[in-house]
């Protein structure tokens, strides 16, 4: 046995804890905390801290004015591979598919493990959004490749209006009983300072994060 | 308490040398003064948008207080319900055994490569000198981290590890280690990094991360990141070791939003790092990528001796840093001074509990108690109350000097009797100021030869308040007389 | 000199405070004049001000360096001393921290001392603070005026009793006063008590950072607020050369009331 037993372990977390102190009691809500209310306008909030956070945000009307965006960014990034997702629910996706083909941009093989690694773009959906930080949650499950959203240099979400929470403390209730295995809130493209605090975008994360909210 | 592994020479901090060479490195001062008030500027502009931040930041204690009180119940909790999810639970008193517990896990798994993601904990254990030991090839993926790894280096900072180094420096470095030509701009010394290490993400076995979070009520460990290595980390290889302090727990989800709202604010003022995973267990059956195992390894390593102490509020500390960017001391001397993997404020409390008062017993007295930590801090931990409470526990021990000893014996006589202050200042002013010129000492002698090595020391007023009240009473009353008249 | 600017003596009565004066060890000895200038702008104000001639030192020296049981002995003295005082005022900001936060904090395992040292926290007050909080004195009737190029010091203690920009608000008041804001003006000035002979390398090169800030706003005039705060930069620029007038708010408020020419009853309120 390399370390402790759990029994062992607890044991002596337990006997640290023979003076717990005056209790202190856990309050019910950290409703303190909150800094965007579900009556606020939460796409407009949305868009300004994500764009605030360096994520570029286009609006449009329905999911064939997505399509049309997704095609423009696709040519204007001059991406010649793409990761698209796999998802049956994600919005007009044969529509897109077919798109980009017609693009003459390369499907990758999506159960490639390695494909993120050279694709030039990922597209995912996102499972919520978060105004107060302009944040896109991204969780896995249904076959969603966790790569798409990070291997690549350019990332491209697609957000439904319906799907944005006010407040963090919303986004903690949204995630219900059933969590996925992983769940990442992207609130910006990557970027270090730890070199002089200089500020470099893309080291590991997509350099360049786009979202197009429908709705 | 002894620190390190069995066998290893006991080591003696050399803080006050070590100070008085940073303070004449103007690269290091002007390096640590430009870097620490820019994040401090940064914490103050950003942590307003909570509305009232002081109230965020007393219910962030009290969660931290409650949770403290009860850490063996929410322990419990969260090792039942990563089980749940499927992940597997070690428990490890001491660093040797959570290097034991990690190198086994590679050896099991047929792990030979391992990208490693921040953790405070794991340099506290030297966890990377353990797997290299073990023939393991680990690599740093933080980008300060990999530059410190390269570098043999220590971190001097929680956040920000690598400030101390100029970008020739590591210019020259990555020139040295990676084989690339010179550079020193940022950009290019990133990419040359993104290179190398793109290429371990993609192939390596084993993952490894700290915790920034350890969720109780679902068992979900939260790492923050700007870089995305530790998304990666977390899932490409297929085995992903978590570690965690104990104190890393928080009891319920809804917790977890008001930590996230405080910690990159405190820590450099950006509203949220670019990235928040949620790791809850290994992969799903239907899930294409994740982690196939998922070991979460948590670590006592003297923090129940904390926790049973009077010091238990220091394990309140979410690692943001912002008591180091406020710290007067810190900005002066550099993280390195410190001799610790914790620098700063809440270093100069922790390192003596989680190692050794006795060794470590100069760091609670090199506070000048300016209580900008205690601004500072998002969990609102009283450093400087703790501070004072240490400095008695090392007089207690008999750790002061005897100077100091007999010094306050003196003074308590003194100040407890008017006649003795009174007289005792005349007679200092009678006899020690004779020496002053124009009212100043260039040179005092023993140990107040320590204030005069750097400024002038003035002598004492001629006539001090006590005396002047008599008269100074005696115009009031005059005026407010004359002035009743009128 | 103290002149016939007493006009208040007579007007308000009905607010009129009983202040004692706890004058501390380092403004007692080395900067008596400030407590000469804290006692005159109270009586000006129109209150009466007692010295109990009994006061030594707070016990922060002993505190800070972690002699908890002489400095409790000398806080216990303290306590006796201002037992009758209904309100006590200090011109500095480190010893009233002392006795507001760390007097109960002496006395906790003593239920009566700690409810007494409660008693006197609650009853203290640092001298800007007991002008601008407690008092909140209307300056405008006393076209307060100084002419200097000046710059201000924030003293760390401050932070421990809640004070903030106050000083500077107040600064901002005197018609002719070129304020001039010292860069990290908030950043320790490096003194901590014994920390200055204990750490002199770095107590140094805080201070000599201090000074630099100073001599960087051209400023004539340093005001600052705390007897060991005042020691430090001012035997600095003392070693440096650096010829500067530093001084308690005390003092400007004291000489600025006394050049004042508003009338009697227009002053009082």
């Given at each position: 046995?390399?370390?402790?037993?759990?029994?062992?372990?607890?044991?002596?977390?337990?006997?640290?804890?023979?003076?717990?102190?005056?209790?202190v009691d856990l309050p019910a809500d950290v409703e303190i905390a909150r800094v965007i209310r579900s009556d606020e306008d939460l796409a407009q909030v949305f868009m300004t801290r994500a764009e605030e956070a360096k994520i570029h945000v286009y609006r449009v009307a329905d999911e064939?004015a997505m399509?049309?965006k997704?095609?423009?960014?696709?040519?204007?990034?001059?991406?010649?591979?793409?990761?698209?997702p796999?998802v049956?629910t994600f919005p007009?996706?044969?529509?897109?598919?077919?798109?980009?083909?017609?693009?003459?941009?390369?499907?990758?093989?999506?159960?490639?493990?390695?494909?993120?690694?050279?694709?030039?773009?990922g597209i995912t959906d996102v499972r919520a959004a978060i105004a107060e930080t302009g944040s896109m949650c991204i969780a896995s499950g249904g076959?969603r490749?966790r790569?798409a959203s990070l291997?690549?240099?350019?990332h491209i979400a697609i957000v439904r209006a319906e799907q944005i929470v006010p407040d963090l403390i919303d986004w903690t209730s949204s995630l219900g009983n059933d969590l996925a295995a992983s769940e990442v809130l992207v609130s910006g493209p990557s970027k270090t300072a730890?070199?002089?605090?200089?500020l470099?975008m893309?080291?590991?994360g997509p350099k360049v994060e786009h979202v197009i909210l429908i709705g | 308490?002894?620190?390190?592994?069995?066998?290893?020479?006991?080591?003696?901090?050399?803080?006050?040398?070590?100070?008085?060479?940073?303070?004449?490195?103007?690269?290091?001062?002007?390096?640590?003064?430009?870097?620490?008030?820019r994040q401090d500027v940064g914490r103050r502009a950003a942590l307003p948008e909570l509305g009232d931040p002081l109230a965020v930041r007393n219910l962030a204690a009290r969660i931290k207080n409650h949770t403290l009180q009860n850490l063996?119940r929410y322990?419990?909790q969260l090792?039942?319900n990563v089980?749940k999810l499927?992940?597997?639970?070690?428990?490890?008193?001491?660093?040797?055994?959570?290097?034991?517990?990690?190198?086994?896990?590679?050896?099991?798994?047929?792990?030979?490569?391992?990208?490693?993601g921040k953790?405070?904990?794991?340099?506290?254990?030297?966890?990377?000198?353990?797997?290299?030991?073990?023939?393991?090839?680990?690599?740093?993926?933080?980008?300060?981290?990999?530059?410190?790894?390269?570098?043999?280096?220590?971190?001097?900072?929680i956040v920000?590890?690598?400030?101390?180094?100029?970008?020739?420096?590591?210019?020259?470095?990555?020139?040295?280690?990676?084989?690339?030509?010179?550079?020193?701009?940022?950009?290019?010394?990133?990419?040359?990094?993104?290179?190398?290490?793109?290429?371990?993400?993609?192939?390596?076995?084993?993952?490894?991360t700290g915790a920034n979070f350890a969720v109780a009520e679902t068992g979900s460990i939260c790492i923050v990141t700007n870089e995305g290595n530790g998304r990666?980390?977390s899932s490409?290889?297929?085995?992903?070791?978590t570690?965690m302090?104990?104190e890393k727990v928080i009891p319920r989800m809804k917790d977890l939003s008001v930590f996230l709202k405080l910690l990159s604010k405190s820590a450099t003022g950006q509203r949220m790092t670019c990235y928040t995973s949620l790791i809850n267990g290994?992969?799903r059956?239907?899930?294409?990528?994740g982690?196939?195992?998922?070991?979460?390894?948590?670590?006592?390593?003297?923090?129940?001796?904390?926790?049973?102490?009077?010091?238990?509020e220091?394990l309140r500390c979410i690692r943001c840093g912002a008591c180091?960017n406020a710290?007067?001391?810190?900005?002066?001397?550099?993280?390195?001074?410190?001799?610790?993997?914790?620098?700063?404020?809440?270093?100069?409390?922790?390192?003596?509990?989680?190692?050794?008062?006795?060794?470590?017993?100069?760091?609670?007295?090199?506070?000048?108690?300016?209580?900008?930590?205690f601004e500072a801090c998002p969990a609102r931990i009283?450093?400087?109350?703790?501070?004072?409470?240490?400095?008695?526990?090392?007089?207690?021990?008999?750790?002061?000097?005897?100077?100091?000893?007999?010094?306050?014996?003196?003074?308590?006589?003194?100040?407890?009797?008017?006649?003795?202050?009174?007289?005792?200042?005349?007679?200092?002013?009678?006899?020690?100021?004779?020496?002053?010129?124009?009212?100043?000492?260039?040179?005092?002698?023993?140990?107040?030869?320590?204030?005069?090595?750097?400024?002038?020391?003035?002598?004492?007023?001629?006539?001090?308040?006590?005396?002047?009240?008599?008269?100074?009473?005696?115009?009031?009353?005059?005026?407010?007389?004359?002035?009743?008249?009128? | 000199?103290?002149?016939?600017?007493?006009?208040?003596?007579?007007?308000?009565?009905?607010?009129?405070?009983?202040?004692?004066?706890?004058?501390?060890?380092?403004?007692?000895?080395?900067?008596?004049?400030?407590?000469?200038?804290?006692?005159?702008?109270?009586?000006?104000?129109?209150?009466?001000?007692?010295?109990?001639?009994?006061?030594?030192?707070?016990?922060?020296?002993?505190?800070?360096?972690?002699?908890?049981?002489?400095?409790?002995?000398?806080?216990?003295?303290?306590?006796?001393?201002?037992?009758?005082?209904?309100?006590?005022?200090?011109?500095?900001?480190?010893?009233?921290?002392?006795?507001?936060?760390?007097?109960?904090?002496?006395?906790?395992?003593?239920?009566?001392?700690?409810?007494?040292?409660?008693?006197?926290?609650?009853?203290?007050?640092?001298?800007?603070?007991?002008?601008?909080?407690?008092?909140?004195?209307?300056?405008?009737?006393?076209?307060?005026?100084?002419?200097?190029?000046?710059?201000?010091?924030?003293?760390?203690?401050?932070?421990?009793?809640?004070?903030?920009?106050?000083?500077?608000?107040?600064?901002?008041?005197?018609?002719?006063?070129?304020?001039?804001?010292?860069?990290?003006?908030?950043?320790?000035?490096?003194?901590?008590?014994?920390?200055?002979?204990?750490?002199?390398?770095?107590?140094?090169?805080?201070?000599?950072?201090?000074?630099?800030?100073?001599?960087?706003?051209?400023?004539?005039?340093?005001?600052?607020?705390?007897?060991?705060?005042?020691?430090?930069?001012?035997?600095?620029?003392?070693?440096?050369?650096?010829?500067?007038?530093?001084?308690?708010?005390?003092?400007?408020?004291?000489?600025?009331?006394?050049?004042?020419?508003?009338?009697?009853?227009?002053?009082?309120?």
């Amino acid at each position: 046995m390399l370390g402790e037993t759990r029994g062992q372990f607890l044991t002596r977390v337990r006997k640290a804890l023979t003076h717990r102190g005056k209790p202190v009691d856990l309050p019910a809500d950290v409703e303190i905390a909150r800094v965007i209310r579900s009556d606020e306008d939460l796409a407009q909030v949305f868009m300004t801290r994500a764009e605030e956070a360096k994520i570029h945000v286009y609006r449009v009307a329905d999911e064939d004015a997505m399509v049309d965006k997704v095609i423009e960014l696709l040519v204007a990034t001059r991406a010649t591979s793409t990761m698209v997702p796999v998802v049956e629910t994600f919005p007009a996706r044969d529509r897109l598919v077919t798109r980009i083909q017609e693009q003459g941009i390369v499907l990758c093989d999506t159960d490639d493990p390695e494909a993120s690694f050279s694709a030039d773009v990922g597209i995912t959906d996102v499972r919520a959004a978060i105004a107060e930080t302009g944040s896109m949650c991204i969780a896995s499950g249904g076959g969603r490749r966790r790569l798409a959203s990070l291997a690549v240099p350019c990332h491209i979400a697609i957000v439904r209006a319906e799907q944005i929470v006010p407040d963090l403390i919303d986004w903690t209730s949204s995630l219900g009983n059933d969590l996925a295995a992983s769940e990442v809130l992207v609130s910006g493209p990557s970027k270090t300072a730890d070199i002089e605090l200089l500020l470099v975008m893309g080291v590991h994360g997509p350099k360049v994060e786009h979202v197009i909210l429908i709705g | 308490m002894s620190a390190g592994r069995a066998g290893q020479r006991e080591f003696k901090p050399d803080f006050k040398r070590k100070a008085a060479l940073a303070v004449h490195d103007k690269h290091l001062r002007e390096t640590f003064d430009r870097c620490t008030r820019r994040q401090d500027v940064g914490r103050r502009a950003a942590l307003p948008e909570l509305g009232d931040p002081l109230a965020v930041r007393n219910l962030a204690a009290r969660i931290k207080n409650h949770t403290l009180q009860n850490l063996d119940r929410y322990l419990e909790q969260l090792i039942d319900n990563v089980e749940k999810l499927g992940g597997q639970v070690h428990f490890a008193e001491t660093g040797e055994q959570a290097c034991a517990i990690v190198t086994d896990i590679a050896r099991r798994t047929g792990s030979k490569s391992i990208v490693k993601g921040k953790s405070m904990v794991s340099e506290e254990i030297e966890l990377d000198d353990a797997l290299e030991a073990a023939g393991l090839d680990v690599v740093e993926t933080d980008l300060g981290e990999y530059i410190l790894q390269l570098s043999r280096e220590k971190p001097c900072h929680i956040v920000t590890p690598a400030i101390h180094m100029t970008k020739e420096g590591v210019g020259r470095l990555f020139a040295e280690k990676l084989g690339i030509d010179y550079t020193n701009d940022p950009e290019s010394l990133t990419a040359a990094a993104r290179t190398v290490l793109r290429e371990k993400f993609q192939h390596a076995d084993m993952g490894m991360t700290g915790a920034n979070f350890a969720v109780a009520e679902t068992g979900s460990i939260c790492i923050v990141t700007n870089e995305g290595n530790g998304r990666f980390c977390s899932s490409r290889p297929r085995v992903l070791v978590t570690m965690m302090g104990i104190e890393k727990v928080i009891p319920r989800m809804k917790d977890l939003s008001v930590f996230l709202k405080l910690l990159s604010k405190s820590a450099t003022g950006q509203r949220m790092t670019c990235y928040t995973s949620l790791i809850n267990g290994p992969k799903r059956p239907d899930d294409f990528d994740g982690p196939e195992e998922f070991h979460l390894v948590i670590i006592d390593k003297n923090r129940t001796k904390i926790l049973a102490s009077d010091y238990r509020e220091t394990l309140r500390c979410i690692r943001c840093g912002a008591c180091l960017n406020a710290c007067p001391v810190y900005r002066t001397i550099g993280g390195h001074t410190y001799e610790s993997v914790y620098p700063g404020p809440i270093g100069k409390l922790i390192t003596p509990m989680l190692r050794c008062l006795e060794t470590y017993e100069h760091l609670p007295q090199a506070s000048t108690l300016c209580h900008a930590c205690f601004e500072a801090c998002p969990a609102r931990i009283d450093t400087p109350r703790m501070l004072i409470e240490m400095r008695y526990e090392l007089r207690k021990r008999g750790r002061m000097p005897w100077l100091y000893r007999i010094g306050f014996k003196f003074w308590r006589i003194g100040m407890n009797s008017k006649f003795l202050y009174h007289w005792g200042a005349k007679f200092y002013h009678w006899s020690m100021d004779l020496f002053a010129r124009e009212g100043w000492h260039r040179r005092l002698f023993g140990p107040a030869a320590e204030w005069t090595n750097q400024r002038d020391f003035p002598a004492l007023a001629d006539r001090p308040f006590h005396d002047r009240w008599a008269k100074l009473e005696a115009e009031l009353d005059a005026m407010e007389r004359q002035t009743k008249e009128k | 000199m103290i002149d016939a600017g007493f006009a208040c003596f007579f007007g308000s009565e009905l607010s009129r405070m009983n202040v004692s004066l706890f004058v501390t060890c380092l403004t007692d000895l080395f900067y008596p004049d400030v407590a000469e200038s804290v006692v005159r702008v109270l009586s000006r104000l129109g209150h009466k001000v007692d010295f109990p001639a009994s006061q030594t030192c707070c016990g922060q020296p002993a505190l800070n360096s972690g002699f908890l049981d002489e400095a409790r002995a000398i806080a216990v003295r303290m306590m006796d001393v201002f037992e009758s005082a209904e309100t006590v005022v200090t011109p500095s900001a480190s010893c009233c921290s002392i006795v507001r936060e760390y007097y109960p904090y002496l006395t906790k395992d003593d239920p009566v001392l700690h409810a007494r040292a409660q008693a006197m926290a609650d009853k203290t007050f640092e001298f800007v603070e007991f002008l601008e909080k407690k008092l909140q004195v209307d300056w405008s009737a006393w076209n307060l005026s100084y002419p200097a190029v000046a710059t201000y010091h924030y003293s760390c203690h401050n932070r421990g009793i809640g004070i903030t920009d106050e000083a500077v608000k107040l600064l901002c008041k005197f018609k002719d006063l070129d304020y001039r804001q010292l860069e990290k003006m908030e950043q320790c000035c490096g003194f901590g008590g014994t920390f200055s002979v204990k750490f002199g390398d770095i107590s140094g090169a805080l201070v000599r950072d201090k000074v630099k800030c100073i001599k960087e706003t051209g400023a004539k005039l340093l005001v600052v607020n705390d007897g060991g705060c005042a020691m430090n930069i001012v035997g600095q620029c003392k070693r440096e050369g650096y010829e500067i007038e530093a001084k308690h708010i005390a003092q400007l408020l004291d000489e600025a009331m006394q050049r004042c020419e508003v009338p009697t009853s227009e002053v009082c309120r």
